[in-house]
């Protein structure tokens, strides 16, 4: 599995752990800087749209967004998060 150590996340990330804001901003830039999980992620997001398309007065709002970017794709998508992150449209802690 050596072939796939480019994969991983760097110690720091680990060890914060996913429920760390400063470490989903990471995994966010880490994620926009590897093209191959850039396009996973642009693929599935795409997938996604094209599944939705045709939907009458649909509200697209995705849970748990953290480090993810479907607003690249998706501009209408109300992202949301149980973190304070930047670029989060609806913060769900205070529910």
């Known amino acids: 599995m050596r072939h796939l150590n480019w994969l991983k996340l760097p110690v720091f990330v680990r060890e914060c752990g996913g429920d760390n804001p400063h470490s989903l901003e990471i995994q966010k830039k880490i994620i926009a800087e590897k093209g191959f999980l850039k396009n996973l992620y642009k693929d599935w997001y795409t997938e996604f749209g094209n599944e939705i398309k045709g939907l009458k007065n649909g509200l697209v709002i995705e849970l748990g967004s953290g480090g993810g970017f479907i607003k690249d794709v998706i501009p209408e998508a109300v992202t949301s998060d149980i973190l304070?992150?930047?670029?989060?449209?609806?913060?769900?802690?205070?529910?």
């Open 84 to 95: 304070l992150l930047s670029g989060i449209d609806l913060n769900l802690s205070v529910l």
